[in-house]
């Protein structure tokens, strides 16, 4: 157990409104990522962090924005919301720092009507 | 375009035959993983691949990393209902903390 909590597990919004993904890790790694993943896409990365403040951009990074205040907490924000953005969202946290081994929460369903 | 390839997309196959799945790019990788996944669960580590050239076996699956630290392959010997599931490669690219992925190998085994 990699000590990985994900919330919500399941959200169903609207069109233009604000939506915040946590993800909360206990293992105090310094690496974390957020995911999304959709049907013939595989995981896409959205955003990562390397501390705390400290965050970059993946390959699909428009419309999303995260913040990192503490080293358990890395959220995902959706500041307005569509429907290309239904999706499952994934968290992760690196596991060893050189081989970059990856381990994920259990997920958020969104969807945005 | 992806970073990292993966073929093919889908696999049906009969209970005891074997296969492979490969994973292709044109970066380089300082190590890259397979995953397996379950519907509904997020991703599982299998294995850590990160010299060129390297070959891991556990149990009845076979992965190896390119010499040239591009490409990797998944041979799986005898498979087994119990094999099914989404297989994913992926990467850490060479002097880069972003870890990227394939789109995944949806692979079914039929008893």
């Known amino acids: 157990d990699a000590g990985i909590t994900q919330s919500p597990r399941h959200k169903v919004t609207e069109t233009g409104t604000p939506v915040t993904l946590r993800c909360h890790q206990t293992?105090?790694?310094?690496?974390m990522y957020w995911y999304r993943q959709d049907p013939g896409h595989g995981l896409r990365l959205i955003h990562y962090?390397?501390?705390?403040?400290?965050?970059d951009k993946g390959e699909v990074s428009d419309g999303y924005s995260v913040s990192r205040s503490k080293t358990e907490d890395f959220l995902l924000t959706l500041e307005s919301a569509t429907s290309s953005q239904t999706s499952v969202y994934f968290c992760?946290?690196?596991?060893?720092?050189?081989?970059?081994?990856?381990?994920f929460g259990e997920g958020s369903r969104l969807t945005v009507l | 375009t992806q970073l990292l390839e993966q073929s093919p997309q889908f696999l049906s196959i009969q209970e005891g035959e074997n296969l492979t799945v490969y994973c292709n790019s044109s970066?380089?990788?300082?190590?890259l993983q397979w995953y397996r996944q379950e519907p509904g669960e997020g991703p599982v580590l299998l294995v850590t691949?990160?010299?060129?050239?390297e070959v891991k076996k556990l149990k009845r699956l076979t992965f190896q990393f390119g010499d040239a630290r591009k490409d990797s392959s998944l041979h799986i010997t005898a498979a087994q209902p119990g094999d099914t599931g989404l297989y994913l490669c992926?990467?850490?690219?060479?002097?880069?903390?972003?870890?990227?992925f394939g789109a995944g190998t949806r692979l079914t085994v039929k008893p």
């Open positions: 293992e105090n790694h310094r690496y």
């Open positions: 962090s390397y501390g705390v403040k400290d965050t």
């Open positions: 992926a990467g850490r690219v060479y002097n880069n903390n972003d870890m990227r």
């Open positions: 691949v990160v010299t060129g050239g």
């Open positions: 992760a946290i690196r596991g060893e720092p050189n081989t970059g081994e990856l381990f």
């Open positions: 970066s380089v990788f300082s190590s």
